[in-house]
């Protein structure tokens, strides 16, 4: 892969589009029927393994947080003991 500092070949100016921008304008395809609804459910989907994921690890990661003073004050408390 070359890094190229510049339009590509054959392109003057980067800002002008022209033409071509406004010819592919009258090419739009309608989308099949139940197209947007197949898209939809696959977007919904992929949010809720994102959200579920992302709940399990914080889920575990507050459990954590909450038992860490009792072990902490278990271990404290048993040295308390040994001394006296």
Request: no cysteine; glycine share 12%.
């Amino acid at each position: 892969m070359t890094d190229r500092e510049g339009p590509p070949e054959g392109v003057e100016d980067m800002d002008d589009a022209g033409e071509p921008i406004h010819l592919l304008g009258s090419l739009t395809l309608e989308p099949e029927l139940g197209f947007m609804s197949r898209l939809r459910g696959r977007i919904q989907r992929r949010t809720l393994v994102s959200d579920v994921a992302t709940f399990s690890w914080s889920a575990m990661a507050h459990a954590l947080l909450e038992y860490l003073p009792a072990l902490f004050g278990v271990i404290g408390g048993s040295q308390d003991r040994r001394d006296g």
